[in-house]
C-alpha cells in the first residue's frame, strides 16, 4: 500500500500547517494544487527533508531530546546512515527522477516497509539507552501486570491508561514531558513497560484488533522495549499495546505517552510500539509533532488534541465495560455468556454475525477463535462445529437455525405462516384429497414395473391410451366401495428419492407401497425401505410381487416382515398384503383397494381448497422449448394459471399447466400433480412451492432463499477444506482425484463452469472434487486451500492478488486462468485423462499499478504507472485488472514512454505511461498486467 502520500498527510506527519507545506513546496519549485493533493514519494522525502530542517531548527530550543531527530532521518532510507541530517540525502539516491509522463515517481519500498526498517534501525539505535532502562521499567510493569484485572474497575480507570496504576514515583511535570515526541527513542514512550493486556481494547485501530491473527499479534508480554527512560512514565495504555502487533502499526505507544501532556491525540496512529523499537524511529526528527502534545502543536495544525481524546474516551469506557464484563482470551475481552446464553445464528453466518449478538467486537472473536486453533476472517461463514467451539467457551449456547426453521422465518418476513395458516382451517375448510403413494423395495423387485402396470391398468375407462407423459407423479382413478376415488402415485420409485424430499422437508407422500418379490424374499433394501417409511410415520401397503414366478413364495414374504412389525391382516397385524404380479397385472385392483382401505381407515386426508396453493415440486427440468418445466404436487388450496408462485428459489408465473396426459389444466386441486410452465429457474425435487399474492413477493422471497442457500453452501465449503478432509483422502488412496478450486468474475460463470466439468465423463479410477468456488478474485485462501488439497486453482475472467500471486508461486500453486469456459473443460478434461500436452502456458511477465490517468483526446487514455514486479515490455499483452477481476483483456501496450522518450521496456519500481490503444477503461488503482507464453515443461 505505497499510496501517494498527500500534502496534509505529510503536514500533520510533521506536525506542521498544511499551508506551511504547501509553500516549502513551491519554494521547492513543485506545484501542487492544495493540501489534498497527492505528490510523489520522492517529492514528498524532500518536502519532509525540508521541512524537518526547518522544524529542528525551530525545536533546537524545545526541550525535546536531541536524540529525538537522529533515529528520524534513518527513516527515510534505509541504507542512510542515521545522521543528524535528516536532509536531502535520500533523494539523492532516488533511483530516477520521475517521468514526465506520469508524474509519479515511487521507490521501490513501500512507506510502511521503509518505515518499518527504518524503525528497526532506530530500534537497535535505542536499544541500548533501553537496557539500561529496561530494568526499571519492568517494575512497574510487574506491578502492573500483577493488578491488572483489579484496577479494571470504573473508579479506577477513567482513562484506557488508567487500567493500569501509574507507579507511585511517576516523575510528573517538571521534567520533560514524555511523549510529547512520541518519535523519540529517548523519550520511552515506545518503550512502555510490559503491558498486561496487550490489546485490551478492541476497539482502537492501533492495536489491531481487527486484524487476522497471526503469529505477530501473539501478545508478548514482557517483551524488552527500548527506549524507556521514564520508568514513571509508561502507561501500558491499550494503545499499541500488542508488541507483536506493533509492526504493522507503527507506533501507538507514542500516543499513549502522550497522555501525561494532555492533549494526546495519538492513540489511532502511529508512534512507536513497543516490540518493534518503533518508539524511536520517525521521519518527523523533530519529535512527534501533531500527534503529540509537544509544544502545543497539537492544536495548532489541525489534529487537535480534543476531538481524539473524546473518542479515545469512548473507546476507552468500552474497553473498560468489556474488561470488566469479562476476563480476557487470547488477549482480548468479549463479553461472555452465562454458558445458558442461547444465541440463534442463522446457517452461514460469520462471526461478523456472531458479533452483532453479543455485542462484541468481531476482531475479538477473531482472535479468541483463533487461541482456539481456528483460523478464520470476521466476515468468513463458519461451520456449525465452530461455532460451537467458539461458543462454548465464552459461555453460549449455538443454535444454528435449521434449514426448515430458517425458511419458516424467511417465509414470515412476508407475513406467510404456513403452519399457522393450516391451524386456522376448520373442518368446513377442508375437503378430502386423494391419498399420495409412493413405491419403494429392494432393486428389481419390480417397483418400475409396478407404476407402469398401475398407470397402463387405466382403471377407469374413458382414459384412452392411459397416461403417455412421465412427469413425476400421476393420478389414477379406481372404483372403490362404488365410488370413484382417485390415488396420485409419485413416479419416482425408490426410498432414496423419498428421504431426500424428506430432507428438504417435505413430506408429500401419505402411504408407502412396499414391494417384495415373492420369489426373492425380503432384502437389505426392502429393510432400508421399511425403516424409512416408518420413520416418517408413513402406513404400509405391500405388494408381493411376481407371484407369477414358479418359485415364488408369498407366505414367506409375510412370515419374514413379521420379523419387521409388518404383519399381515391374515396373521392378525394390520398390514394389508396384496400379492401382484406386475408382469401380469394381476392384482393391481386389489392394490388399489388396499391403498385406499389403509388410507381411510387410519389417515385424515384433507385439505382447504380454496386457498392460494402449496405444495411441493416433484420432479424438474428445463426444457429447450419451455425453459423451467416443473411438476408440483398440490398440497393445499388450488393452483390456477396465471397465479405468482415460487418454489425453491425458482419463482415466475405459471404460464401453462399440464397434466400426466399431457392435457391443460386449468387449475390444480390438492393431490393433483400437474406440470408447470413459467419458472424462472429449476427448482429441485422437494423444494416446497406457494403462490403469492404479488409476482414481486414471489421474487424476493426466491431471492432471500438463494442468499440463504449460499450462506449455508460457503459454511460448507469451508468445512470441506479442513484439513481431516485431506487425510482421509490421502487415507483413500487408491482414487487419484483432481481437485479444483473454481473462481470467477460472476456466480452464473462459476456455476456453469462448474457444471460442465463435472459432466466431463472420465473413467472411474478419477475422480474430479470441486473443493470450492465462488466469484471474485483469487485469494490467498484459496491458495492456502489450494496448497492444503493439492488443488488446480481455475479463474474465470478474475485475478488473484497481489498476495495470492505471490504466495502460489512460493507453494508451487498451479493457478490457471480461462476466458472462455470451453478453454476450461478441455483442459481439464484432458488432464483428467491423462493427455494434457505440454503446452504453451501464459506467464505473467510484469505488473504496473495505475497511479494517474493522463486523458488524451490524440492518444486516449494513457496510464501513468509504476511497474510493480517484473518488467513491462512494448507489444506486450496486456490486460487490466481492477479489484483482482479482469477489465480488459488481450489489449495490446500501443505506447509505453518515460521521460517523453519511447522505450521498449520498464522494470520493477520505475514509472511509465502506457497507452492501450483504443481500451480507455483505465481507472487509477487497476493493474495493468502483462503476458508472456512460455512453453510449459511437461510434469
Ligand atoms: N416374472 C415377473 N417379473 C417381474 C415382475 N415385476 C417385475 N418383473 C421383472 O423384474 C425385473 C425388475 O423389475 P423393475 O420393475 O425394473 O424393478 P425395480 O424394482 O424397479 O428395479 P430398480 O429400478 O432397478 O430398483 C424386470 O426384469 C421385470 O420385468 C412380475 O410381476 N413378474
Known amino acids: 500500500m505505497a ?54 531548527a525551530a525545536k533546537a530550543a524545545a526541550p525535546a531530546p536531541a536524540a529525538a531527530a537522529k533515529p528520524a532521518s534513518s527513516t527515510v532510507k534505509p541504507g542512510v546512515k542515521p545522521g543528524p541530517k535528516p536532509a536531502a540525502k535520500p533523494v539523492v539516491e532516488e533511483p530516477e527522477a520521475p517521468a514526465p509522463a506520469a508524474p509519479v515517481a515511487e521507490v521501490p519500498l513501500t512507506v510502511a516497509e521503509r518505515q518499518a526498517q527504518a524503525e528497526e534501525k532506530a530500534a537497535h539505535a535505542a536499544a541500548e539507552k533501553a537496557e539500561q532502562q529496561a530494568e526499571q521499567a519492568e517494575k512497574p510493569a510487574a506491578a502492573a501486570a500483577a493488578t491488572a484485572s483489579d484496577v479494571a474497575k470504573p473508579s479506577t480507570g477513567p482513562k484506557p491508561g488508567g487500567a493500569v496504576p501509574r507507579p507511585a514515583g511517576a516523575p510528573r511535570p517538571g521534567a520533560p514531558r514524555p511523549g510529547n515526541n512520541p518519535f523519540s527513542s529517548s523519550q520511552g514512550m515506545g518503550s512502555r513497560p510490559a503491558q498486561p493486556r496487550p490489546g485490551n481494547n478492541p476497539f482502537s485501530s492501533s492495536q489491531g484488533m481487527g486484524q487476522r491473527p497471526s503469529p505477530g499479534n501473539i501478545p508478548r508480554p514482557q517483551a524488552p522495549r527500548p527506549g524507556s527512560p521514564r520508568p514513571g512514565a509508561p502507561r501500558p495504555a491499550g ?11 507503527p507506533g501507538g505507544g507514542g500516543g499513549a505517552g502522550a497522555r501525561p501532556g494532555g492533549a494526546g491525540g495519538g492513540f489511532q496512529r502511529p508512534g512507536g510500539a513497543p516490540g518493534g523499537g518503533f518508539g524511536g524511529p ?7 509533532r501533531g500527534r503529540g502534545p509537544g509544544g502545543g502543536t497539537a492544536g495548532a495544525f489541525g489534529r487537535g488534541g480534543g476531538k481524539s481524546k473524546s473518542r479515545k474516551s469512548k473507546r476507552t469506557k468500552r474497553a473498560e465495560f468489556e474488561m470488566r464484563e469479562a476476563p480476557s482470551l487470547g488477549g482480548v475481552s468479549v463479553p461472555r455468556g452465562d454458558g445458558n446464553t442461547v444465541i440463534r445464528l442463522r446457517r452461514g453466518s460469520s462471526i461478523s454475525d456472531f458479533a452483532d449478538k453479543i455485542d462484541a467486537n468481531p476482531g475479538s472473536l477473531v482472535t479468541v477463535l483463533f487461541h482456539l486453533g481456528e ?16 461458543g462454548a467457551e465464552l459461555g453460549y449456547k449455538i443454535q444454528v437455525v435449521s434449514p426448515e426453521d430458517e425458511d419458516r422465518e424467511l417465509l414470515e418476513g412476508f407475513d406467510i405462516d404456513l403452519d399457522q395458516e393450516l391451524e386456522n382451517e376448520t373442518d368446513d375448510d377442508l375437503a378430502a384429497r386423494p391419498p399420495v403413494v409412493t413405491v419403494m423395495g429392494h432393486v428389481d423387485h419390480g417397483k418400475t414395473r409396478l407404476l407402469d402396470a398401475i398407470r397402463n391398468a387405466n382403471v377407469v375407462a374413458g382414459e384412452a391410451g392411459g397416461i403417455t ?28 428419492a423419498f428421504t431426500a424430499m424428506r430432507a428438504r422437508g417435505a413430506q408429500v407422500t401419505d402411504i408407502a407401497i412396499l414391494v417384495v418379490a415373492a420369489d426373492d424374499g425380503i432384502m437389505p433394501q426392502t429393510i432400508e425401505a421399511l425403516n424409512h417409511a416408518q420413520s416418517a410415520n408413513v402406513p404400509i401397503v405391500v405388494a408381493v410381487n411376481k407371484i407369477d414366478k414358479p418359485d415364488a413364495n408369498p407366505a414367506k414374504v409375510r412370515q419374514q416382515l413379521t420379523e419387521f412389525g409388518l404383519v399381515a391382516e391374515e396373521y392378525g397385524g394390520d398390514v394389508l398384503f396384496v400379492d401382484v404380479s406386475a408382469r401380469e397385472g394381476i392384482g393391481i385392483q386389489e392394490l388399489l383397494d388396499a391403498v385406499l382401505l389403509t388410507a381411510d381407515a387410519g389417515l385424515d386426508l384433507r385439505a382447504n381448497p380454496d386457498k392460494d396453493a402449496r405444495g411441493v415440486a416433484i420432479e424438474a427440468k428445463l426444457d429447450k422449448g419451455r425453459g423451467a418445466v416443473a411438476t408440483v404436487l398440490i398440497q ?38 400437474v406440470q408447470v410452465q413459467g419458472l424462472s429457474s429449476v427448482p429441485r425435487a422437494g423444494d416446497t412451492f406457494l403462490v403469492t399474492e404479488e409476482d414481486r413477493t414471489a421474487r424476493q422471497i426466491a431471492e432471500k432463499r438463494e442468499a440463504a442457500e449460499r450462506n449455508a453452501l460457503l459454511a460448507k465449503a469451508r468445512k470441506r477444506i479442513s484439513l481431516e478432509d485431506f ?47 465462488g466469484v471474485g478474485a483469487v485469494t490467498e485462501s484459496d491458495i492456502d486451500l489450494a496448497t492444503i488439497d493439492n488443488a488446480i486453482v481455475i479463474g474465470f475472467n478474475v485475478r488473484p492478488d497481489v498476495k495470492a500471486r505471490e504466495r502460489a508461486a512460493r507453494e508451487g500453486v498451479d493457478v490457471r486462468f480461462y476466458s472462455v469456459i470451453y478453454n476450461a473443460i478441455d483442459d481439464i478434461e484432458n488432464s483428467l ?21 493522463f486523458r488524451s483526446s490524440k492518444f486516449g487514455n494513457i496510464a501513468g504507472v509504476i511497474v510493480r514486479s517484473g518488467t513491462i515490455t512494448r507489444n506486450a499483452k496486456a490486460r487490466v485488472i481492477r479489484d483482482g477481476v479482469v477489465v480488459g483483456d488481450n489489449l495490446a501496450i500501443e505506447s509505453l514512454r518515460r521521460f517523453k522518450d519511447d522505450v521498449t521496456e520498464v522494470r520493477t519500481d520505475f514509472e511509465a505511461g502506457i497507452g492501450l490503444g483504443k481500451f480507455n477503461d483505465i481507472q487509477v488503482g487497476d493493474e495493468i498486467e502483462t503476458i508472456e507464453m512460455r512453453e510449459k515443461p511437461r510434469a
Not at 494503545?239 to 502499526?249: K, N, S
Not at 388450496?637 to 405468482?644: E, F, I, K, P, Q
Not at 457444471?755 to 472420465?762: A, F, P
Not at 510484469?846 to 497511479?851: D, L, N, T
Request: charged residues 30%; hydrophobic residues 35%.
Open 3 to 56: 499510496a501517494k502520500p498527500r500534502v496534509h498527510e505529510i503536514a500533520s506527519e510533521l506536525g506542521v500547517d498544511s499551508k506551511i507545506a504547501l509553500e516549502k513546496l513551491k519554494q521547492m519549485g513543485e506545484y501542487v494544487k492544495g493540501p489534498s493533493s497527492s505528490i510523489e514519494p520522492p517529492v514528498a522525502r524532500r518536502l519532509k527533508a525540508a521541512l524537518e530542517a526547518d522544524g529542528a
Open 239 to 249: 494503545a499499541g499495546g500488542r508488541p507483536g502487533g506493533g509492526f504493522q502499526r
Open 282 to 288: 520517525r521521519p518527523a526528527g523533530g519529535g512527534g
Open 375 to 390: 483460523m478464520a476472517t470476521a466476515t468468513e461463514s463458519l461451520d456449525e462445529a465452530t461455532f460451537e467451539v467458539l
Open 469 to 496: 407423459q412421465h412427469i413425476g407423479a400421476y393420478q389414477v382413478h379406481t372404483e372403490h366401495e362404488g365410488i370413484d376415488r382417485a390415488i396420485t402415485f409419485i413416479d419416482t420409485p425408490g426410498h432414496e
Open 636 to 673: 393445499s388450496g388450488t393452483l390456477r394459471v396465471g397465479d405468482a408462485i415460487v418454489a425453491g428459489t425458482a419463482y415466475g408465473r405459471v404460464r401453462a399447466m399440464a397434466d400426466e396426459n399431457g392435457d391443460a389444466v386449468a387449475e390444480a386441486t390438492p393431490a393433483r400433480p
Open 727 to 773: 487425510t482421509r483422502a490421502l487415507e483413500e488412496g487408491k482414487v487419484e482425484s483432481l481437485n479444483l478450486i473454481i473462481k470467477g468474475d460472476v456466480s452464473g460463470a462459476v456455476e456453469a463452469l462448474e457444471e460442465s466439468l463435472l459432466k466431463i465423463e472420465v473413467d472411474e479410477s478419477v475422480q474430479l472434487r470441486i473443493l470450492h468456488r
Open 833 to 853: 485423462k491423462g493427455m494434457l500436452k505440454p503446452e504453451y502456458e501464459e506467464v505473467q511477465s510484469g505488473v504496473a499499478e495505475i497511479r494517474e490517468v
